[in-house]
């Protein structure tokens, strides 16, 4: 599994998977390093809420309804939780970024007030726009910290073992 107890995201991992919002990518392996896609976010966020009932489709373009994401995606995008492209194309396969995760969480928490002060990171000015107050509200409430002491590292793709970390601190909260 490549998993230890002295792994810094091993308690995270634990926890997601006792409470079944993310699955290992085979048996007895969760693959933590393996980049965080979309439909995987979806996914995620949808088993949070308790995999309700989807409202029909989000119609995007690369989401075929018998996909196995399909359900999550298509409830995500129906609560705003996540968007797709101007395209029509939602990117089911693309790397979900720091930033993008910190949206999602942000906007499936109902896009709570809260603001952080960032200027501990050197790179607090390149997160995007749309993911400020998401990233500020993460930062805020410890659902999301530094990739380093200073640094957010707002656009460097998520790991599965850095979703399933703000999972467990997101759902500390929440409850």
């Known amino acids: 599994s490549g998993r230890k107890s002295g792994d810094w995201y091993y308690d995270a991992v634990v926890y997601v998977y006792k409470n079944g919002l993310m699955d290992g990518t ?23 809420a308790d995999s309700p009932a989807v409202p029909g489709t989000a119609g995007f373009t690369d989401v075929p309804s018998d996909a196995r994401y399909a359900g999550a995606v298509n409830w995500s995008a129906s609560r705003g939780i ?11 396969e693309d790397a979900v970024t720091r ?43 410890g659902i999301l910290t530094g990739k380093t002491s200073s640094t957010l590292a707002p656009k460097a793709t998520a790991t599965r073992a850095e979703c399933a970390a703000m999972l467990q601190r997101f759902a500390s909260l929440t409850k």
Request: net charge negative; hydrophobic share 45%.
């Open 26 to 48: 085979g048996p007895a392996a969760f693959a933590p390093t393996t980049v965080l896609t979309r439909s995987m976010a979806a996914q995620v966020l949808w088993n949070l």
């Open 99 to 141: 930033e993008q995760l910190a949206a999602m969480l942000y906007r499936y928490a109902g896009e709570p007030d809260g603001t952080a002060d960032l200027s501990a990171y050197t790179d607090a000015g390149s997160v995007s726009a749309y993911a400020e107050k998401a990233v500020q509200w993460c930062v805020k409430n």
């Open 82 to 92: 996540v968007t797709g492209y101007s395209t029509g194309a939602f990117g089911p």
